[in-house]
């Protein structure tokens, strides 16, 4: 069951990095090519309205990241403090090469998401108990064959 739970989470992280980074794109051409850096939480400078949608992505995106991490016994502090480096490994990917805004509230909302994939672990060992990382896994599976098929989609349509 490791091993599958070892499979699922790369290529949850490979998925993660394509969204984040590389904007679900399938060209080079296609990647936007600014950066700009913004330190003030859940500020939004250009654009009219709070963003909620945006908010709610960072933070749905991160929470399989928690419940992977505590599928395989990773201890909660340290599953939400994994979350916050790879979030901020990411903001500052974005960055560094050029890819994007890169946001203190990515952050803060990826970082959260980790951590309600924390919260939801311990909700569902609740439920389930002993059969809480078969049932994970059966339900990570299905979203990432769906995943992996509309990737397969993207690429063929263009």
């Known amino acids: 069951m490791k091993k599958t739970t070892h499979i699922l989470f790369t290529i949850y992280l490979f998925l993660v990095i394509w969204i984040i980074l590389f904007k679900l794109s399938v060209s080079i051409d296609q990647l936007p090519h600014f950066r700009s850096f913004n330190l003030i939480p859940f ?19 991160f929470i399989p990241f928690g419940l992977y991490l505590k599928t395989l016994n990773i201890n909660s502090e340290r599953t939400v ?10 903001e500052l990917s974005q960055y560094i090469f050029c890819l994007g805004a890169s946001d203190i509230t990515d952050l803060i909302t990826n970082t959260t998401g980790a951590f309600i994939g924390v919260v939801l672990y311990f ?3 609740k439920i389930f108990k002993e059969k809480t990382n078969k049932i994970i896994l059966v339900l990570a599976s299905i979203v990432t064959i ?9 690429l063929v349509n263009n």
């Open 123 to 125: 909700l569902l060992k």
């Open 43 to 61: 500020y939004y400078p250009n654009k009219t309205g709070y963003q909620i949608r945006e908010v709610l992505d960072n933070l749905i995106i």
């Open 81 to 90: 403090f994994l979350g916050f480096l790879l979030s901020l490994s990411l």
């Open 146 to 154: 769906l995943f992996v098929s509309l990737i397969f989609i993207i």
